[in-house]
């Protein structure tokens, strides 16, 4: 249980609510910053202003998926009010609170530092990733789906990147029949896809490989698919680019030749919002009890 401890959540999608909930049931003192606009009845949890002394009693505070852009501006859903995270908002925290979002921006990992704040970046944990990767991989072949008029079955499709998330698609995209192609930097990366069955083949000859492909996905967040690789691709190949922004894909000479390219990053928080906001509901709960065993909080 987590009775006693204050957690300030902060703007956010339709992902927070389910960690509100699980947050709440769990007994902590919630408080929401940025929900003027929420209609979901929500019991037990206070609305209260977006103001440094919002702050000063949190033992934790939630903020959404990307915490902030690099001017502190913090998105959320709910509310038509610009929350802008400042210096004196993490300044007004006890010294013994959290920070916990996602993944951070530089601004938002400097205004942590400055003040000797914890900050958690929830989908660089392992677990929180390979979950992720589900709805992730199942709203990118929803995407080839609406975006194609042929079937996956048979496609020749290409995963750029064997991480946590072109595991999971790749091995989804096997499943549905077609014939994968997964571009990889380490030998050991080499090895496993081969194992899995797909063709493995080493990022250096991706524009060779790239000659015949129907369905490309890049999950890797740098330049990859350029202007050269894009050229050697068929006109009615399609592009779904998953990297966080702005992606690794040259989405102006993609347009340029008339190959649609679609950039997606965040899709568990937009197919399956419902899914996601447990994946970290579940996570926050046992680092918040964990803490609370360890005498860390109040």
Known sequence: MLTGIQIAFVGGDARQLEVIQKLSELDAAVRL?????LQHPLGGVVKTAFSPEGFSQADAVILPAVGSDDSGKVE?????????????????????AKVYTGMAKAYLKSICANHAITLIELFERDDVAIYNSIPTAEGAIMMAIQNTDFTIHGSQSMVLGIGRTGLTLARTLQGLGAKVKTGVRKPEHYARAAEMGFTPFYLRDLQEHAAGVDLLFNTIPAMVVTAQIIANIPHRALIIDLASKPGGTDFRFAEKRGVKALLAPGLPGIVAPKTAGRIIAQTLAELLQEDERNGRNP
């Open 33 to 37: 910053m940025g929900f003027d606009n």
């Open 76 to 96: 959320s859903i709910f509310t038509s009010e610009e929350l802008v995270l400042t210096d004196d908002h993490i300044a007004a925290l006890p010294k013994h």
